[in-house]
Antibody, heavy 119, light 107 residues
Framework: EVQLVESGGGLVQPGGSLRLSCVAS????????MHWVRQAPGKGPVWVSR????????RYADSVRGRFTVSRDSAKNTLYLQMNSLRAEDTAVYYC????????????WGQGSLVTVSS | SYELTQPLSVSVALGQTARITCGGN??????VHWYRQKPGQAPVLVIY???NRPSGIPERFSGSNSGNTATLTISRAQGGDEADYYC??????????FGTGTKVTVL
């Protein structure tokens, strides 16, 4: 059974940093494109970042480029999102999601991790 | 940037058919995916590539896509179908784009 479990969210002050983790089970992380998608309270999902199955090719939304870094540890089958210089507008539930092979859909999602940026 | 527009809400009587639209410039030339999200839960893929259902999604869910509008159809609506629904496409410049979302209410 495919499962994605996020952790690492919490309350952080503006300008601070946080690292989210997403442990995958039931499949091999390095065989898929993996993504981070966030959802601010009462809003729709917004794509944040993705890492190619080769582990080297990454892409970011304009709103986080230069501040967020996506990476993975294949040995631990774990995806990460390092978030620096956090802003109030980064407050959201962050989901890791698996990219469906062959198209640009997200076929499995984690339960989400809440990040709150506030002083 | 590419934008997808959905109606804010759709109401459907129990057992009837709900249609949720997703408007975008020449969206018919793109693959459209649909997600269902219940309160407090993560989104779930219900349709991929316009009209394909993942395993475990009932046949009551179907999709179509042509011109400037994609449509998710829920036949024989049930109370458990109440949720927010989002369309999504990929765009070469905007990357992964989600629609504005539609709240479906079953009366």
């Amino acid at each position: 059974e495919v499962q994605l479990v996020e952790s690492g969210g919490g309350l952080v002050q503006p300008g601070g940093s946080l690292r989210l983790s997403c442990v995958a089970s039931g499949f091999t992380l390095s065989s898929y494109w993996m993504h981070w998608v966030r959802q601010a309270p009462g809003k729709g999902p917004v794509w944040v970042s993705r890492i190619h199955s080769d582990g080297t090719d990454t892409r970011y939304a304009d709103s986080v480029r230069g501040r967020f870094t996506v990476s993975r540890d294949s040995a631990k089958n774990t995806l990460y999102l390092q978030m620096n210089s956090l802003r109030a507008e980064d407050t959201a539930v962050y989901y890791c999601a698996r990219g469906r092979n062959g198209d640009y859909a997200f076929d499995y999602w984690g339960q989400g991790s809440l990040v709150t940026v506030s002083s | 940037s590419y934008e997808l527009t959905q109606p804010l809400s759709v109401s459907v009587a129990l057992g009837q058919t709900a249609r949720i639209t997703c408007g975008g410039n020449n969206i018919g030339g793109r693959n459209v995916h649909w997600y269902r999200q219940k309160p407090g839960q993560a989104p779930v893929l219900v349709i991929y590539r316009d009209n394909n259902r993942p395993s475990g999604i009932p046949e009551r869910f179907s999709g179509s896509n042509s011109g400037n509008t994609a449509t998710l159809t829920i036949s024989r609506a049930q109370g458990g179908d109440e949720a927010d629904y989002y369309c999504q496409v990929w765009d070469s410049s905007s990357a992964y784009v989600f629609g504005t979302g539609t709240k479906v209410t079953v009366l």
